[in-house]
């Protein structure tokens, strides 16, 4: 291994081993690996309570008010004689929501590979801020314990869907889950919304400030392209989602009219008067648009530099690609708009929102195609990582081409809020950053445990997964452009929706088995770490520089003097070369040229 | 209990296959243990993803012909429904023309560009040409889509009152709706959720002094006469609602605190429309599902269903609490002379009050 080593004094005392605790090591660590370790744990956790809630609502819908054993012991009061309550229903689906997007996809995506990749692959001993690092993930754990802690309050959790849209989040004589449920819904958004803007703040300064010598901007691997914009969506749009919070939080106990008005509910007035919902919905978008960006981004990054790894070529268009990403974040935080097309607001913002969203198609094409062309004519290495940044393009072209129908102010008048919705979302930012997510962790577990991953389960795993998921949400664009609405308990109620039984059977027949294979995963994730094969430095043979630091990790993550860079990240199977990668940190050679 | 039953089997496949992996696992001791992708996983992993890629086209096929005909895309009982009906089948073209071919070149790449030892990748970092196709395409198709799709939205959205449509009134509370037709004179009396008072039957608190609502009508179906423009404004008393009426292509939500609305013209009575060979295709349809149903009902002494008859529903589309997914209200569509004769039995907001 070309580990290039520094003559320079420079940086060099850092390199050495502090005195650590079991407890600043494992539990208020400072590094960043451990750190990015802990996030993903947690990320993991809370992902499987996530996972096992959608589990019990596709059994509610494709088998409506039939006794199950499985809702007796999990829900109790909740379901008498084991028959799910509507409440919990939708209970149900709101903290599947909440947790998935922002507990696992934000914080469980982000927050590791942004930790773990940053340092390393810029060529840094830490973060910017250790401190405020740890901070941020214990924040993070906070806010997870509250949301955990939420599901079990007298009057049920929160249930107003993951958007809480006021008068329903508002009043707990609207809804048993608007009670003690949503405040604690809401302080723990108030701690996510914080630990998330540490974490980002500690991104952005660390990759304009710390990169080693030699890294200039276009040097910098397409994941820490991504993690870096992402974290300024981040800033520009978390903030927003908490003055809209701490606003709703002044409705509900202070008295405020913010986003009241003129409401009769259970045989009185209420005292609002002034407010408007719909000024929530702009607040919650501003955010929540920018949001399904920060989810997929990093994702994108991944599954860019997974890619080139695996096609042992360099990626396609990495210029495009950074312009791609910098098109996609500035352009998404002018399109929230399009999820309120019928909500009342000036129909002429509908059409401007129209124009903007469908903008967003053209950078999401030319990174489609950068990808495709990426794996043209190369050698490709068909490791689970692969496999699933591989599905990632293919999900994420299946889900985003549906976006330009939901964008389309005239189209979405007849699907919004159907089951079309939640076949886009769950395809183009759930599945795909999903995968985005198992291929990082495939890809980096050696770096990040020092042993591999067993192939064999993991091969398996992205299959049935795949499958599965193309089996779950693929028949459901079918039955929403049929006009099934989403969030109903049960679709038997009236005969309309009949002929729809047999849809909603197989969809969640294929969520079962998509769900029960992570159990392997799950397996195979916790054992490998203590019984995996050792994993040797550099793996997957990539150029960047996390694979010239030691397998076993040391606090200031280079044992010398940290590496400097001469080339840019993606110099796979370049002509001249004996091997078919060259590391960044390998000088250019006589006469050679940087490409690209 | 089919539920728990099938987790029950789901749990014990995977089992299986967690054990099988297990043995494989031992058998390959002392032979590599390299958890490295090597010609044969490339292999094997390139072919599944050709059988993918037939697995995709086929999801694709199956959901066309088992469930294409549920789409509501060419059966729109309104007038602007066959525009946005027009812009959705163009826009499916597109996109599954582009679906098609995208899938085959990722897939198909994936097949026959499968890593093999020895072999070297093309060494192919940027090409402006390609770049430059792949963004100007997306961008004339994407023009044409919009400039189609905003005149569509700005024809279904600029509801004039010249046309002089009817006027009526869609009430949402948690968890029915209630409709007030304006009467004579078209013009809808004031109301406010203040004024409601139970004790004089105000249910909708409308505005017992003005004059224009003293003619008004409050009812629980929505009747309109085929053929003329409608203007639906739209109220809430306690929480967001969505009036979304599939049938008709229109959805708005209604906001407490404020009115919206939507206009259109029905071209269809519910009469007809039963007898369009769509609907009664889907009506029998769903009639021997029910009767199957029933048949397993009364085996458990349960009443059985009644057969479905079709009509067209205002459904409750924005999440509104417990009984949200059952908040739906009966639209008849009719001829003038049955909806005059309809409105004619119904009483006036004056006469509904207790006094």
Redesign the interface.
């Known amino acids: 291994m070309s580990t290039h080593v520094d003559t320079h004094a420079l940086d060099d005392d850092h390199g050495h081993h502090h005195k650590e605790t079991f407890i600043t090591k494992y539990i208020f660590s400072q590094d960043h690996k451990m750190i990015a370790k802990q996030y993903l744990i947690t990320g993991t956790l809370m992902g499987i309570i996530g996972v096992l809630m959608s589990v019990m609502f596709r059994?509610q819908i494709?088998?409506p008010g039939?006794?199950?054993?499985?809702f007796e012991a999990l829900l109790g009061k909740w379901a008498p004689g084991g028959v799910m309550d509507?409440?919990i229903y939708?209970a149900l689906v709101t903290i599947h929501g909440t947790i998935m997007v922002f507990f696992v996809l934000t914080a469980g995506l982000s927050g590791t590979f942004s930790n773990l990749l940053i340092p390393l692959q810029i060529g840094a001993r830490d973060m910017a801020s250790g401190f405020l690092n740890m901070v941020s993930y214990w924040l993070f754990f906070v806010s997870s314990i509250l949301m955990v802690g939420s599901l079990f309050v007298e009057a049920g959790p929160a249930a107003?869907?993951w958007t809480i849209?006021p008068?329903?989040s508002a009043?707990p004589m609207?809804?048993g889950g608007s009670g003690m449920g949503m405040t604690i819904w809401l302080i723990s958004m108030a701690i996510f919304i914080a630990s998330s803007l540490l974490g980002s703040l500690n991104y952005v300064v660390t990759v304009i400030n710390l990169r080693t010598k030699g890294m200039s901007m276009t040097r910098l691997p397409l994941t820490i392209w991504a993690f870096f914009v992402t974290a300024i969506i981040g800033l520009v749009s978390f903030p927003v989602l908490f003055a809209a919070a701490l606003l709703l939080i002044m409705d509900r106990s202070f008295g405020t009219s913010f986003f009241?008005?003129?409401?009769?509910?259970q045989?009185e007035?209420l005292h609002y008067q002034?407010?408007?919902?719909?000024l929530f919905e702009h607040l919650f978008w501003f955010l929540g648009h920018p949001e399904v960006y920060i989810v997929i981004l990093p994702a994108m990054g991944l599954v860019s530099e997974i890619m080139a790894t695996?096609?042992?070529?360099?990626?396609?268009?990495?210029?495009?690609m950074i312009a791609s990403i910098l098109a996609i974040a500035f352009l998404s935080t002018i399109v929230w708009g399009h999820h309120m097309f019928?909500?009342?607001m000036n129909?002429f913002l509908?059409?401007v929102f129209?124009?903007t969203t469908?903008?967003i198609?053209?950078p999401s094409?030319?990174k489609?195609?950068?990808?495709?062309?990426t794996?043209?004519?190369?050698?490709?290495?068909?490791?689970p990582a692969?496999?699933f940044a591989?599905g990632f393009?293919?999900t994420f072209?299946?889900g985003g081409?549906?976006g330009?129908?939901l964008g389309?102010?005239?189209?979405d008048?007849?699907v919004?809020?159907?089951y079309f919705v939640i076949a886009h979302f769950h395809l183009v930012m759930g599945i795909s950053a999903l995968y985005g997510m198992f291929a990082g962790i495939y890809h980096w577990y050696p770096r990040m445990f020092g042993r591999?991953?067993?192939?064999?389960?993991g091969?398996?795993h992205f299959?049935i997964t795949?499958?599965s998921a193309?089996?779950v949400f693929?028949?459901m664009?079918?039955?929403g452009?049929?006009?099934l609405?989403r969030?109903?308990?049960?679709?038997s109620?009236?005969?309309?929706f009949?002929?729809?039984?047999n849809?909603n059977v197989v969809i969640t027949?294929f969520a079962?088995?998509g769900s029960?294979?992570q159990?392997?995963y799950l397996?195979n994730f916790f054992v490998s770490m203590f019984y995996?094969?050792k994993a040797e430095q550099n793996?997957?043979k990539g150029t960047t520089l996390e694979w010239t630091a030691p397998v076993k990790h040391i606090h200031g993550n280079w044992p010398g003097a940290i590496p400097h860079v001469y080339r840019w990240p993606?110099d796979?199977?370049?002509?001249g070369h004996d091997t078919?990668f060259v590391m960044q940190n390998v000088p250019l050679k006589e006469g050679e040229e940087e490409?690209? | 209990?089919?539920?728990?039953l099938?987790?029950i089997i789901?749990?014990f496949?995977?089992i299986a296959?967690?054990q099988m992996?297990k043995i494989?696992?031992l058998s390959q001791v002392g032979v590599s243990?390299?958890?490295?992708?090597n010609d044969k996983?490339?292999k094997?992993?390139?072919y599944?993803?050709l059988a993918?890629l037939v697995?995709?086209y086929g999801?694709?096929i199956v959901?066309l012909v088992f469930?294409?005909d549920?789409?509501?895309?060419s059966n729109a009982a309104s007038e602007h429904g066959a525009?946005?009906d027009n812009?959705?089948t163009i826009?499916?073209i597109?996109?599954f023309t582009?679906?098609i071919i995208?899938?085959f070149?990722?897939?198909y790449?994936?097949y026959i560009?499968?890593?093999?030892k020895g072999?070297?990748?093309?060494?192919?970092?940027?090409?402006n040409t390609?770049?430059a196709i792949?963004?100007i395409i997306?961008?004339i198709v994407?023009s044409g889509?919009?400039i189609y799709?905003?005149f569509?939205?700005?024809t279904?959205?600029?509801v004039s009152e010249d046309d002089d449509p009817l006027i009526v009134e869609l009430y949402a509370q948690?968890f029915n709706w209630k409709v007030r037709y304006a009467g004579n004179d078209n013009t809808l009396g004031k109301a406010?959720?203040?004024l409601?008072n139970?004790d004089n039957a105000n249910i909708l608190?409308v505005d017992e002094a003005d004059p224009n609502s003293q003619d008004d009508k409050i009812t629980t179906e929505l009747h309109l006469p085929v053929g003329k423009p409608v203007l639906i404004k739209m109220r809430s008393?306690?929480?967001?609602h969505?009036a979304?009426m599939?049938?008709f292509?229109?959805?708005?939500?209604c906001?407490?605190?404020?009115i919206?609305q939507f206009g259109f013209t029905p071209t269809v009575t519910t009469a007809d429309m039963r007898l369009t060979p769509e609907m009664i295709d889907?009506v029998a349809?769903?009639n021997n599902?029910?009767e199957e149903k029933s048949i397993e009902l009364a085996a458990k002494g349960e009443a059985v269903?009644d057969p479905?008859e079709f009509d067209y529903?205002v459904?409750?589309?924005?999440?509104?609490?417990?009984?949200?997914?059952?908040m739906?209200m009966k639209i008849v569509v009719e001829t003038q002379e049955e909806y005059d004769a309809w409105l004619a039995e119904q009483k006036e907001f004056k006469d509904s009050l207790i006094k």
């Open positions: 059994i494709a088998w039939e006794p199950n054993i499985l509507a409440d939708l107003a869907g849209y008068p329903l009043l609207a809804q009241l008005s003129d409401i009769f509910i045989g007035v002034g407010g408007s919902p719909v695996n096609s042992r070529k360099p990626i396609f268009g990495y210029r495009a019928v909500s009342g129909p509908g059409s129209t124009f469908l903008l198609a053209i094409a030319v489609a195609f950068n990808w495709i062309t794996i043209w004519k190369g050698n490709i290495q068909m490791n692969m496999l591989i393009v293919s072209i299946t081409l549906t330009i129908i389309d102010s005239a189209l008048i007849n919004h809020d159907t591999m991953m067993n192939k064999k389960m091969y398996i299959w795949a499958v193309y089996g693929f028949p664009h079918f039955i452009m049929a006009g609405p969030r109903y308990y049960t679709n109620s009236f005969p309309l009949d002929d729809l039984a849809v027949v079962i088995i029960a294979i159990i392997l397996y995996g094969k793996p997957w993606y796979y199977s370049k002509p078919d490409l690209h | 209990m089919t539920a728990f099938t987790i789901v749990l496949i995977a296959i967690w992996v494989f696992d243990n390299d958890q490295i992708a996983d490339n094997i992993n390139a599944l993803m993918f697995f995709i999801i694709t959901s469930w294409g549920l789409p509501l895309m525009d946005v812009l959705m826009s499916m597109v996109l582009v679906q995208t899938q070149l990722l897939h790449f994936a560009y499968r890593g093999e072999k070297k990748a093309l060494y192919y970092a940027d090409n390609l770049e792949w963004t997306p961008v994407l889509l919009i799709g905003l569509t939205w700005t279904i959205m600029n948690q406010n959720v203040r409601i139970y608190g008393q306690d929480v967001l969505s979304y599939p049938h292509r229109a959805q708005m939500n906001v407490p605190g404020m919206t889907k349809n769903i599902i029910r269903l479905y529903l459904l409750c589309n924005k999440i509104c609490g417990t009984s949200h997914y059952n739906q």
